[in-house]
């Protein structure tokens, strides 16, 4: 659009000329009279805009500036950074790194050039606003501008686990009904389990046992409700903070991290060990909870399966577990 209306400055400028010289009385003596025209200004047009984010301090980008001389020939073109021209040690010209800025304008370039630059961006996580400006012979100019931002990169951390783990009714066998996220071994309230050996203080999340309210001849007793154990505190993801989240797309502590602050505190409290403790509502499968151990730890969790046993306390959640 800007390269039209000076193409169209031009040819309004040649009508006007054109006009004025058709309309002028001839000189009574005969002698010309000299009339001088107006002066075109330079068109500067970036025809390859640098991309506008970076996340590298040291990036470089890379754009291309297309000059057409107005009336006067080329003469200097000056890169400027937020006002203040760029080191020269930061700029490369048609692959020729230059020693000064403003760049002279010479030999055949000065009826009009097309210029590749490289920028080594701003050495700051900000964004700053860069000219491109061309002068001509008679003090003529014209320019453009564009904005770099340079963003701070994202430090992701890697998962330390992913495992599976199976956790058992509370009231079902002895050693059974808490579990170990570190490991995915099951251990119990007061008891260690059986055959790993894991102790209950390792346990992080807990099954809170059974309804002894109900006869379980008559309908299944199973609460199916967790909760925190050894001061580790538990939420439930129900709507997430990023867009099409699921457990298997979690590859960071990051992004568990992120979840946390917008899961929600679990929608019970009862009294569980002298202490009141959240616990959950019945949990379904694809459930997903997260665990914040007494060291701050966070844990993703996904209920993959509930196994309700009639009959019998082998009652059980098969879970997922990233940390």
Do not use: H
Not at 205 to 228: F, T
Not at 299 to 306: S, T
């Amino acid at each position: 659009m800007k390269k039209f209306l000076w193409i169209f400055a031009i040819a309004l400028l040649g009508s006007t000329v054109i006009f004025t010289s058709g309309c002028t009385e001839d000189d009574p003596g005969g002698g010309g009279g000299g009339g001088g025209g107006v002066d075109l200004a330079p068109l500067l047009v970036i025809t390859n805009s640098p991309v506008d984010t970076v996340q590298d301090q040291d990036a470089t980008v890379t754009f291309t500036v297309e000059v057409t001389k107005g009336t006067e020939v080329l003469n200097s073109m000056t890169i400027t950074e937020d006002g203040i021209k760029v080191d020269a040690s930061r700029l490369t010209i048609a692959g020729i790194a230059t020693a000064n800025n403003p760049q002279l304008i010479t030999g055949t370039d000065t009826e009009g050039l097309t210029w590749d630059i490289t920028l080594n961006v701003q050495d700051a996580y900000d964004t700053r606003t860069y000219e491109v400006s061309v002068e001509d012979k008679g003090g003529k100019s014209d320019s453009e501008t564009f904005d770099i931002t340079v963003v701070e990169p994202v430090v992701t951390t890697p998962l330390d686990i992913e495992i599976s783990g199976v956790l058992f009714n509370q009231a079902g066998p002895a050693g059974k009904g808490a579990i170990d996220l570190d490991s995915g071994n099951t251990t119990g309230i007061s008891s260690a389990d059986p055959v790993t050996g894991t102790q209950p203080e390792d346990a992080e999340l807990r099954d809170m046992g059974i309804d002894s309210s109900i006869d379980p001849a008559v309908a299944e007793n199973w609460r199916g409700q967790i909760a925190g154990v050894n001061n580790s505190i538990v939420r439930k993801i129900n709507t997430p903070s990023a867009e099409n989240f699921t457990f298997d797309v979690v590859t960071t502590k990051e992004q568990i991290a992120a979840e946390w602050d917008a899961a929600d505190s679990l929608p019970n409290t009862e009294l569980v060990g002298g202490v009141m403790t959240g616990v959950s509502d019945p949990v379904v499968a694809g459930d997903m909870f997260i665990v914040e151990d007494q060291n701050l730890r966070l844990f993703l969790i996904r209920v993959d399966e509930v196994n309700p046993v009639m009959g019998s306390n082998g009652d059980n959640y098969v879970i997922s577990i990233k940390q």
